[in-house]
């Protein structure tokens, strides 16, 4: 593909809301396996934010990485992952992406370009910051698409990693993930100036605030964001407004916010309902269209957990051949 953006929504709209659909489905399915006592630990869900993972990635060529979050299943499908692999290891299966230990948090495809997930607050940043500093040395022209959430935003190695590439213009996007809580603190109780995107000036570098439910909107930012950075102008802080639908993880019982609020977001600014309407609107897509690319997710995220089931169990007996101190 060349240096042309993957999935454009106005020329791929197909593409794009199978893809918002398949992350959708993805979570859906895994609350329901553990609802039913077969995924163990914890899980932090993306329902609500999908225009943001499928715009950004989206906004990619071929061989460009990410680094992601603890909210990460969406990043991993957007950025071309294979949902059947990402189903195994959450059951802990030997075949899944980390041979099943990394679990939800943690999961990686590097031949892919997704340096991982991570379940340190603003962990990505400082990875994303180093395979970019890679990028810029070895002239691969190649960018680096950071995802982190509004809570990261207050954690020192944002300014860390924020700063240094601002110094040294490396090719990396920023990308801050904001669905308004981090965990049960409301953003606006915990940042100062306003926004992410505000503190852009303070290292010399651009920042823009976009709609995070808007797939088109992402897209466009991100992939200016990036054409920016391969062309040795430095980064940028994107920061998405978005919201999630589910508590922070499996174990928080959303008692902060009101079922109001949840509702009127769901119901007023849902990212899949307003790109099928957009579509619609624009004749991209006839309603026969959205129905199968509805149908075509639901079958693509059945078919992996049926085949992920399937899988061998993961073992303990050559566990240690996995650690690195």
């Keep these: 593909m060349g240096r042309n953006a993957r999935r454009d929504p106005r020329s791929l709209?197909?593409?794009?809301?199978?893809?918002?659909?398949?992350?959708?489905?993805?979570?859906?399915?895994?609350?329901?396996?553990?609802?039913?006592g077969m995924l163990h630990g914890t899980m932090h869900l993306s329902i609500g934010q999908e225009a943001t993972a499928e715009g950004a990635c989206g906004a990619l060529t071929d061989g460009?990485?990410?680094?992601?979050?603890?909210?990460?299943?969406?990043?991993?499908?957007?950025?071309?992952?294979?949902?059947?692999?990402?189903?195994?290891?959450?059951?802990?299966?030997?075949?899944?992406?980390?041979?099943g230990r990394g679990?939800?948090?943690?999961?990686?495809?590097?031949?892919?370009?997704?340096?991982?997930a991570n379940g340190i607050v603003a962990g990505s940043m400082t990875i994303a910051a180093g395979a970019a500093l890679t990028q810029s040395v070895t002239d691969s022209g190649r960018v680096v698409l950071c995802f982190f959430g509004d809570g990261a935003a207050n954690e020192g190695s944002f300014h860390e990693a924020v700063n240094l590439s601002a110094i040294w213009k490396l090719p990396v996007v920023w990308l801050c993930e904001n669905n308004l809580y981090?965990?049960?603190?409301?953003?606006?109780?915990?940042?100062?100036?306003?926004?992410?995107?505000?503190?852009?000036?303070?290292?010399?570098?651009?920042?823009?605030?976009?709609?995070?439910?808007?797939?088109?909107?992402?897209?466009?930012?991100?992939?200016?964001?990036?054409?920016?950075?391969?062309?040795?102008?430095?980064?940028?802080?994107?920061?998405?407004?978005?919201?999630?639908?589910?508590?922070?993880?499996?174990?928080?019982?959303?008692?902060?916010?009101?079922?109001?609020e949840i509702d009127r977001w769901r119901d007023q600014h849902d990212p899949l309902a307003r790109f099928e309407q957009r579509a619609l609107d624009s004749k991209l897509l006839t309603e026969g269209d959205i129905s199968a690319c509805r149908a075509q997710a639901a079958a693509d995220i059945t078919e992996a957990?049926?085949?992920?089931?399937?899988?061998?169990?993961?073992?303990?007996?050559?566990?240690?051949?996995?650690a690195y101190a």
């Excluded at 794009?16 to 039913?36: C, D, G, K, Y």
């Excluded at 992601?68 to 950025?79: D, M, P, Q, W």
């Excluded at 606006?188 to 976009?210: D, F, M």
């Excluded at 992920?308 to 240690?320: E, I, M, S």
């Design 182 to 260: 981090g965990m049960s603190m409301a953003q606006e109780l915990s940042t100062a100036g306003g926004s992410v995107a505000n503190r852009a000036g303070g290292y010399g570098i651009e920042g823009l605030a976009v709609d995070g439910n808007d797939v088109v909107a992402v897209h466009d930012a991100v992939k200016g964001a990036a054409d920016k950075a391969r062309s040795g102008n430095g980064p940028t802080i994107v920061e998405c407004i978005t919201y999630r639908y589910r508590g922070h993880s499996k174990s928080d019982r959303n008692l902060y916010r009101t079922q109001d």
């Design 64 to 99: 460009d990485f990410i680094t992601s979050t603890h909210r990460g299943h969406g990043h991993a499908i957007a950025h071309g992952g294979d949902p059947m692999l990402m189903m195994a290891e959450l059951l802990m299966k030997d075949t899944g992406y980390c041979r």
């Design 13 to 36: 709209p197909a593409r794009v809301l199978t893809n918002m659909w398949r992350i959708r489905r993805f979570e859906e399915a895994l609350e329901e396996l553990f609802s039913r």
């Design 305 to 322: 957990v049926r085949q992920a089931l399937l899988q061998p169990d993961a073992t303990a007996d050559d566990l240690l051949e996995s």
């Design 103 to 116: 679990g939800s948090m943690h999961i990686a495809d590097v031949a892919a370009g997704n340096l991982g």
